[in-house]
């Protein structure tokens, strides 16, 4: 586990074969790359965790004035937090929610398979966590638009991607985007190592940050490195069933990679089955619902206005599953139209409901 400016020295060989090493942590999955003169590949023989290359042991060099560092030996992160309690400057009780951590750094509206990804990276280095922006929309003057996830449903996500971050659920932390929007590249690096205090980012190949995205993934690298983090820089994870071009797009950085674009092309059109293999895991629409409207046995009809994320195209959306709560999921039938979302299904009863709400949240999740 690495924290702090780290490098890795490229002369690991075999004797008898070239083995490319993830920092000895077992990286599976994505390609990973810090572009520092550094190229980094997913471990094949190693499983996660289980093993650690003595010889990149040997010729790991901890650089810089590291926030985390212990004097002759790797740096690992539970350690490299509790120094931080030494701090004179910094109380733990004035620590920052993500302090000590590993950052995914991007936009997290769908938080689809690539967005996974980068939280699984992150959790084999340390604790995982997402830094999402909130208030873009409305700082840069962009139309409205529903969340592909809806904010109460981002929680639970997140909770399903435990079994991909070794059992640990990544946490959302939000920074308002109006107080880092016109922070240089360098003020943002800045923010993130003396404000926020983590030991490390992940970021995508064609992540841009500071004011008017004027830094890429390799500033990043070299900035990071100049405040003591860590960047780790991982290949898009590319869409395995439409390749670049194959959809139109708005989006110029679209080179064929999954992205929150895509999902939304997706659900304009109705293709439920691609949201899936986007997302890794079927789209679900959060309906606020007047309580006295559920009393009816088959039919249940939302206005749109009431939907709390965005539903797929007007249609007939059968194999359907509604869920309330802690009740039992109930197949439905999904019905979308210009106004009106209804929700069909056989013969149901809401059992301990409390009818004296007035709104209740229904969960209609998509096969």
Not at 23 to 49: N, W
Not at 206 to 216: H, I, L, Q, T, V
Not at 224 to 249: F, H, L, W
Not at 313 to 333: M, R
Request: aromatic residues 6%; proline residues 4%; contains cysteine.
């Amino acid at each position: 586990m690495l924290c702090g400016g780290s490098r890795v020295l490229q002369h690991l060989s075999d004797h008898h074969h070239h083995t490319s090493i993830g920092l000895g942590l077992g990286f599976c999955g994505a390609k990973i790359v810090q572009l520092s003169s550094l190229y980094l590949r997913p471990c094949q023989a190693m499983a996660s965790g289980r093993h650690f290359n003595h010889k990149l042991q040997q010729r790991m060099i901890s650089s810089y004035g590291s926030h985390c560092r212990n004097p002759g030996e790797i740096p690992i992160l539970h350690n490299c937090f509790s120094q931080r309690e030494d701090d004179p400057e910094l109380s733990v009780e004035g620590l920052s929610p993500v302090s000590g951590g590993i950052v995914a750094l991007g936009k997290f509206d769908a938080l689809h398979i690539g967005h996974r990804e980068l939280t699984i990276q992150a959790s084999r280095i340390g604790t995982p966590y997402l830094l999402s922006f909130v208030g873009m929309a409305e700082v840069l003057g962009w139309e409205p638009r529903a969340p592909i996830v809806a904010k109460c449903d981002r929680k639970r996500v997140l909770a399903s991607w435990a079994s991909y971050c070794g059992n640990r659920a990544p946490e959302e932390h939000e920074i308002e985007f109006a107080s880092v929007r016109h922070l240089t590249p360098r003020q943002f690096v800045e923010k993130l190592s003396k404000e926020l205090r983590v030991c490390g980012v992940v970021a995508g190949e064609n992540y841009r940050f500071g004011y008017k995205a004027s830094g890429d993934a390799s500033e990043l690298v070299r900035l990071c490195e100049e405040y003591g983090i860590t960047a780790y820089i991982i290949n898009s994870v590319m869409d395995k069933k439409q390749g670049p071009g194959k959809r139109d797009s708005v989006d110029s950085k679209d080179r064929g990679q999954v992205s929150s674009t895509r999902v939304r092309q997706a659900l304009a059109v109705g293709d439920m089955r691609y949201v899936s293999e986007l997302l890794g895991r079927g789209h679900r629409l959060i309906l606020q619902v007047r309580t006295q409207d559920m009393r009816s046995e088959t039919i249940i009809s939302i206005p749109r206005s009431s939907v709390l994320n965005l539903p797929p195209a007007n249609g007939i959306y059968e194999a359907c599953l509604l869920l309330l709560g802690d009740e039992s999921s109930v197949p439905c039938t999904l019905v979308v139209d210009t106004s009106n979302i209804h929700v069909e299904t056989e013969e149901v009863r809401f059992c301990n409901l409390d009818w004296s709400q007035e709104f209740r949240l229904l969960s209609v999740e998509f096969d």
